[in-house]
């Protein structure tokens, strides 16, 4: 079993920065993918980044391109979003979840195993 476990949210105003961490229990990162996707209410859960697990290649959503980077510390099993600039339309639960080594990684259907989810809140 695998327990993913987001932290670093929080109450932000509009062009600060946050970092997101994600740990895991019971399976190593180590050549497995890792996405950080965000949900608010109402709306389907989205893509935001990713990180293969063969070849340690990146993706961002257009949104948040240029502005979060995302990394990962396989001696820690983390997994970090480094998120810069922050707007309103950046307000939402962050989850992250682990998927195989090379995948699509903007689809949620790719990813076997989600956090709980961190509230990320950015007041204008």
């Known amino acids: 079993q695998v327990e993913l476990v987001e932290s670093g949210g929080g109450l932000v105003q509009a062009g600060d920065s946050l970092t997101l961490s994600c740990a895991a229990s019971g399976r190593t990162f180590t050549g497995y993918s890792v996405g950080w996707f965000r949900q608010v209410p109402g709306k389907e859960r989205e893509f935001v980044a990713g990180?293969?697990?063969?070849?340690?290649?990146?993706s961002y959503a257009e949104p948040v391109k240029g502005r979060f980077t995302i990394s990962r510390d396989n001696s820690k099993n983390a997994v970090y979003l480094q998120m810069n600039g922050l707007n309103s339309e950046d307000t939402a639960v962050y989850y992250c979840a682990v998927g195989g080594g090379l995948i699509s990684l903007r689809s949620t259907r790719n990813y076997a195993y989600w956090g709980q989810g961190t509230q990320v809140t950015v007041s204008s």
């Open positions: 990180i293969s697990g063969i070849g340690g290649y990146t």
